[in-house]
């Protein structure tokens, strides 16, 4: 679970800070506890079309800050506020601005080109 973790950080968050790799962690993590979504880390990771890193997951390796980041994720570590989404509008799709633009999601927090909604 960690290294899997670690691997999604990596690939969804590699370029961003810490803070903001530990929260998009965190969003995988709240995702497990909430009824809304599956209860295992793999589970959430694969379901699909939540996370527009799958393809390249497989060839993805994380550096040791995704790793640090997953450990605190995991230990219950939350700078997102409780989010269960998060995006970059600067690479989403036009269908993916559009679901957090109408979804009438509570913006939490934004860090680095991440913003954060529950």
């Known amino acids: 679970d960690l290294y899997l973790l670690a691997k999604l950080i990596q690939a969804e968050a590699g370029g961003e800070?810490?803070?903001?790799?530990?929260?998009?962690?965190?969003?995988?993590?709240?995702?497990?506890?909430?009824?809304?979504?599956p209860n295992t880390i793999y589970d959430v990771i694969y379901q699909p079309g939540q996370f527009s890193c799958l393809p390249k997951l497989p060839t993805t390796e994380p550096d040791a800050q995704a790793i640090q980041?997953?450990?605190?994720?995991?230990?219950?570590?939350?700078?997102?506020?409780?989010?269960?989404?998060?995006y970059n509008p600067k690479l989403a799709s036009r269908e993916g601005a559009r679901f957090f633009r109408t979804a009438g999601l509570t913006h939490t927090v934004t860090i680095g080109n991440h913003q954060f909604f529950k």
């Open 69 to 86: 980041a997953a450990r605190e994720a995991m230990a219950g570590r939350d700078p997102s506020r409780g989010a269960l989404y998060y």
């Open 17 to 37: 800070p810490y803070e903001g790799k530990v929260a998009v962690g965190a969003v995988v993590m709240n995702r497990v506890k909430s009824p809304q979504f």
